[in-house]
Nanobody, 119 residues
């Protein structure tokens, strides 16, 4: 079965950087869209970034464009490099996977990792 395990969250000061990792396993083929979402307290879960396939283009939410960088390796593990962090980036970050060649809304989720941006 598909398993996604996030790591790398923590407390960071505004302007700092943090790198999240998502270890993926149990995929049945190479057609999985990988994504990162986040959910702040009292808010709905929102898309941060998604990647259709290895070597393909990555799309970002406007709020993180130019600050966050999503990467993906040939084993479908992903990383999210987060730079110039702001207090508004505070949230639980989730790794997601969708067994599809184009749709990105996940049908598999990780357990989430907390990111707190505060001075």
């Amino acid at each position: 079965q598909v398993q996604l395990v996030e790591s790398g969250g923590g407390l960071v000061r505004p302007g700092g950087s943090l790198r999240l990792h998502c270890a993926a396993s149990g995929f049945t083929d190479s057609h999985y869209v990988m994504s990162w979402y986040r959910q702040a307290p009292g808010k709905e879960r929102e898309l941060v970034a998604y990647n259709i396939n290895v070597g393909g283009k990555t799309r970002y939410a406007d709020s993180v464009q130019g600050r966050f960088d999503m990467s993906r390796d040939s084993d479908d593990n992903t990383s999210l490099q987060m730079n110039s962090l702001k207090p508004d980036d505070t949230a639980v970050y989730y790794c997601g996977a969708r067994h599809s060649s184009f749709a990105y809304t996940p049908n598999f989720w990780g357990q989430g990792t907390q990111v707190t941006v505060s001075s």
